[in-house]
């Protein structure tokens, strides 16, 4: 049984408070306490991804360039590559220099470890060239998260039109969570360091 993924409505929320503040100034909140507000700019300085939407085309190199390229924050992840193919479960244990297209990143720490370094696991379809389709109702593959990545996921984001949904056990099994195109933090829904398994769509 798939249980409900709270996250996604954190984003309008937050929004909303970054509007309210511009309107009203900084100072019309409690002073120290109201950090929430700066976390934005932070995640921008620190993933080399901030600019591309879930929609995005995003190369496996084009990808390993931005990660590897250290050109933005001080990102010293360990980086995963993980190929995984149309309708079939399993990771292969990919390269940096593949073709084919990015459908997810798993980081390993919320706010896409633009503030801590972390692995980030690549998640990509060799064989990929225009995307996922737009329904969700066909299996565009799935893995188990490896024993040194299983139950530590904290953020996830999507490309090349794709969605991910993450289990609690391997194999797909117990529970999900519903489409996700990005969550910069799996804590508010329960997801935190909770997914062994994923399926992409
Ligand atoms: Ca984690
Ligand atoms: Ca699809």
């Known amino acids: ?9 954190a984003r309008p929320v937050a929004a909303l408070i970054a509007a309210l503040v511009m309107c009203v100034g900084p100072s019309a ?4 306490s109201a950090v929430p507000v700066q976390v934005p700019t932070a995640i921008a300085s620190g993933d080399p ?3 591309l939407a879930g929609d995005s085309l995003l190369t496996v190199k084009e990808a390993s360039e931005r990660l590897e ?11 995963v590559y993980c190929a995984i193919l149309d309708g079939s479960f399993g990771c292969k244990t990919g ?4 073709d084919g297209l990015v459908v997810a990143a798993a980081y390993e720490n919320r706010w896409f470890n633009s503030q801590n370094d972390g692995f980030v696991v690549i998640i990509f379809n060799p064989k990929y060239s225009v995307g996922c389709t737009s329904t969700t109702s066909d299996f565009e593959g799935g893995a188990n998260f490896g024993s040194a990545y299983q139950d530590r996921v904290s953020s996830i ?6 969605d991910i949904s993450l289990w609690s056990r391997r ?3 117990f529970e999900g969570t519903s489409w996700i195109d990005s969550e910069d933090d799996l804590s508010p829904s329960g997801w935190n360091n909770q997914a062994q398994s994923f399926e992409i769509s």
């Open 1 to 9: 049984m798939r249980r409900k993924f709270a996250g996604a409505s």
């Open 29 to 32: 909140f409690a002073p120290a």
């Open 49 to 51: 991804f901030a600019d």
């Open 69 to 79: 390229s250290g050109g933005i924050g001080t990102m010293a992840n360990t980086n």
């Open 95 to 98: 390269y940096n220099n593949e």
């Open 157 to 162: 984001k999507t490309f090349s039109g794709c």
């Open 171 to 173: 194999d797909l099994q």
